[in-house]
């Protein structure tokens, strides 16, 4: 699924959970946690959050130059096939003239 796809079902997603809450006094219970929490406890939260989401983001990323390095070392293998073959091919035509 492409990038903005995805983040479209993600907003579409909570826009449906938010409206949920909303219907059902949900919101209400949860500003009355989030004003009885000390600020501290927030801030550890989302430092949590944020962490988890940076984790993610390098996993992806180390993901995908991972895939870039084997295709790049890939082409380097098939690269050095070719020019052994060559290399062979050369060599049996050569003792071929000489026999």
Known sequence: MKKRARWTWIVVGLLVVFYTFQQFNGLSSITNLLNKMPLWT??????????????????????????????????????????????????????????
């Open 42 to 99: 927030m801030i550890v939260f989302l430092g949590i959050v944020v962490s988890a989401w940076q984790y993610f983001k390098s996993a992806r990323q180390e993901k995908d130059e991972d895939a870039h390095w084997l295709e790049e070392q890939g082409k380097v293998y098939m690269h050095r096939m070719e020019e052994e073959k060559k290399r062979r091919n050369q060599q049996q035509s050569n003792e071929e003239v000489h026999s």
